[in-house]
């Protein structure tokens, strides 16, 4: 599955972006755990999923303490992306 890093959507720079699995990974540092970033994530998830895509988002500590968690998670909304895309 092909995916790319740092990927201009919409007016935004997403982390990761799969288009065929139309989804969005986010790694978020912890300055994502203070309240105004929060609600500015929330804003961003929502214009992205009214284009049709799909946002994950992790947590740093998350990414490195739980690596195997991360990529299964990863691994079944790819699959479950892709088994409903009316395009594949």
Known sequence: MQFYR???????????????????????????????????????????????LKVLRFDDRQVLSETEVVLKMIYDEVVARISISPNV
């Open 6 to 52: 740092q990927k201009t959507l919409l007016s935004f720079i997403v982390d990761f972006y799969s288009p065929k699995a139309k989804l969005v990974i986010e790694l978020d540092g912890s300055q994502h755990f203070e309240a105004e970033c929060q609600a500015k994530d929330q804003r961003r998830d929502a214009q992205l999923a009214c284009a049709g």
